[in-house]
């Protein structure tokens, strides 16, 4: 039996989405100092960048940021506010469109806390995270013994 089809039989990932407006993002053009203020206020290690037409560029994380700020002898945080985030987003993001099938989501959150969807149109829809993913599976698994019993 492939488990994890059969665990993800009844779901789609529109099912399981967080919806971009729920989702906390910069814009390509913000500063690193906007962008470290959205991911403290938040707690998120990371978030998407988007562009003006929610086309997906990247990802940037509160360690990307203090990477790139970091001087020989101190942390250069004057250097926030010149600096735009396009200038250290990762491009590499893990990503899938909305008709995919969950198992390749299931896949990619093995290295990755969170998957980005985005429509045919390359148009951000919103994101698939861990969380949710591992309550889905706690729920199947607990109607799976139900049905057992
Ligand atoms: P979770 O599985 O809920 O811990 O989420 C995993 C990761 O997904 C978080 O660390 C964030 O980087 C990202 N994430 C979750 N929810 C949101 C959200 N509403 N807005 C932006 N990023 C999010």
């Known amino acids: 039996m492939n488990v994890p089809h059969e665990m993800f039989r009844s779901v789609s990932i529109e099912d399981l989405l967080v ?39 990247g990802l940037v994380s509160t360690t990307l940021i203090l990477d790139s700020i970091l001087g020989l002898e101190r ?4 250097r926030l506010e010149e600096r735009k985030v396009e200038s250290v987003m990762r491009q590499d993001v893990p990503r899938m469109k909305v008709r995919e099938r969950m ?18 149109s390359g148009v951000f829809e919103g994101i698939l995270t861990r969380s949710l993913m591992l309550k889905h599976v706690q729920k199947e698994t607990i109607l799976k013994q139900l049905n057992k019993k």
């Open 19 to 57: 919806k971009s407006d729920k989702v906390a993002h910069v814009q390509v053009g913000n500063n690193l100092e906007h962008a470290l203020l959205v991911l403290t206020k938040t707690g998120y290690t990371a978030v998407p960048v988007l562009d003006p037409h929610y086309k997906l560029c």
């Open 103 to 120: 198992d390749r989501a299931l896949e990619l959150m093995i290295n990755h806390p969170f998957v980005c969807v985005e429509s045919e």
């Open 75 to 78: 942390i250069e945080f004057e």
